[in-house]
């Protein structure tokens, strides 16, 4: 079950709470975010080259979109980044949205629609719920009244879409297609299986199996497609938030990490955390489709 992988750290970000990696199949490139930096990362597996930009408040997610932009997810809304110009622009804010919550996680489906959730930024009240961006309008779609979202995911077919409930411990799953989403119910009750780490960031594999990162886990883990554990890698740091697939072949796990909870003798433990880490999968990923803005 504990797959053994050489695990490297690529990029030293000293990220406080790294979150929302992915792959920019376009530019091939690893996009992250710093929620707590408000740093909007990116990293070049081929040049080793990177930088970040300063976004306006907490950012949580950055996905390519059409058009050669990306849009972000931010405290107050959501917002374009042009890449040439490092400028972002307010699009537009998230209804009825409390003004002690921002946005945490993204993914897009088949259909370029993006799915995100909401969060208390104190990590306390239940007032975080799930959204659909779709070509310019938002609304609610998904689970509501959690603590920490994290997610959603979805699988390649955009048949199956993945939400967590990270203080609950627990991983949802709903039918999907192009007309909505279906009823969500229980997937994984990761409580069961790692009592002391809660599941943050997923991703599906082109297996159709889900990754997510363990917070106060040191680990990843991969669940079958009916809910099964069925592989752990250890992480060179404790509190593990997002995974991607990235790479030419789809096949380079980039993970992101968090140092905001962790004291001076935990960091002498966990030397790489705040870092960009990546290793080889034993399997490949799938290409995130681009969000569509309009």
Known sequence: ???????????????????????????????????????????????????????????????????????????????????????????????????????????????????????????????????VFDRGEIRPSGPSGIAITNGPCVNASGTKIYFTDTTAQQIMVADLSREGVGEARPFVDTGALFPDAYPDGPVVDSEDHVWTGLYLGSKVARFSPTGELVATIAMPARDITKMAFGGADLRTGYVTTATKNMEAHDMEDYPMAGGLLAFEAPVKGFAQPLAKLG
């Open 1 to 131: 079950m504990e797959i053994e992988a050489q695990v490297r750290r690529v990029l030293d970000a000293e990220s406080l709470l790294g979150e929302g990696v992915l792959w920019d199949p376009v530019r091939e490139i690893v996009w992250f975010v710093d929620i707590k930096r408000h740093r909007l990362w990116h990293y070049d597996p081929d040049t080793r080259s990177n930088s970040y930009a300063e976004a306006p408040e907490q950012i949580g997610w950055a996905i390519p979109a059409e058009g050669g932009k990306l849009l972000c997810g931010l405290k107050d809304g959501l917002y374009t980044f042009d890449p040439e110009e490092k400028a972002f622009t307010r699009l537009m804010s998230v209804p009825g949205e409390p003004a002690g919550n921002r946005l945490n996680d993204a993914c897009t489906d088949p259909w370029g629609r993006v799915w995100f959730g909401s969060m208390d930024d104190s990590e306390n009240a239940a007032s975080g719920r799930f959204y």
